[in-house]
């Protein structure tokens, strides 16, 4: 008789690894390939309406935050990217160690996977691309022949929703005759991972978040998947 073959049990916390890491390599699969698709077939400013006047696929490119803030110059902000993405991953480690409900790690991937998704673009389309402009598209090039240098690329946005558009009354004091676009920000799949995950993170995992990361109290069991 052969011997019983001892069967390794897969814990959870390898399999909120295996789950992270799934996460963050489909959210980067999808938001550089649309962003290849809109680069690399559309000029920039460029705009293709998708769903009536309110659902607007239009390309634009910016060096700033999420949502085409601009503040800072793309090196300095790319470098804050990476300390953050570096901080994320680590909080991420930490909280599958701490046996975390699996939502608040797919809440973490997601905001982490948006925010390299970004960084891919600050460090390397400078050098991967050549220039988008209103009346030509950008195309791939060999690896250095780009628009640009390590760290200065450009983020590609594309989204855009002004639900509302009108113009305020103007019996309005400051604002009276000016237009008004809700919601006005134009942004990128990378963009929606950070926020959905961390809007999710803090609605529905706040207390979670506070109790095993924040205080750095593990316990386990007692909270639900």
């Known amino acids: 008789m052969n011997p019983r073959v001892p069967v390794m049990e897969i814990t959870k916390a390898q399999k909120q690894r295996v789950t992270a890491v799934c996460v963050i390599l489909l959210i980067l699969f999808c938001?550089?390939?649309?962003?290849?698709?809109?680069?690399?077939?559309?000029?920039?400013?460029?705009?293709?309406?998708?769903?009536?006047?309110?659902?607007?696929?239009?390309?634009?490119?910016?060096?700033?935050?999420?949502?085409?803030?601009?503040?800072?110059?793309?090196?300095?902000?790319?470098?804050?990217r990476i300390v953050a993405v570096v901080l994320l991953a680590y909080y991420l480690n930490k909280a599958i160690k701490k046996n975390v409900p699996t939502g608040l790690i797919i809440c973490l991937s997601l905001v982490l996977a948006g925010a390299a998704g970004n960084i891919f673009d600050n460090m390397f389309y400078g050098l991967i691309y050549s220039e988008s402009t209103p009346y030509s598209v950008a195309s791939l090039v060999p690896f250095g022949h780009g628009y640009g240098q390590l760290f200065t690329g450009r983020v590609v946005d594309m989204f855009y929703f002004p639900i509302i558009q009108t113009t305020w009354p103007d019996w309005l004091p400051f604002w009276g005759g000016h237009r008004f676009v809700f919601f006005s920000p134009i942004f990128n799949f990378a963009d929606s991972a950070i926020t959905c995950g961390g809007f999710a993170a803090v609605i529905f995992y706040h207390k979670t978040f506070s109790k095993y990361i924040g205080k750095g109290k593990a316990q386990n069991g007692g909270d639900a998947e």
């Open 31 to 80: 938001d550089q390939l649309i962003k290849y698709l809109v680069k690399t077939s559309m000029s920039l400013y460029e705009s293709v309406s998708m769903a009536g006047n309110w659902a607007i696929l239009y390309f634009t490119e910016n060096k700033g935050m999420a949502f085409g803030v601009d503040f800072m110059g793309t090196f300095c902000l790319c470098l804050l």
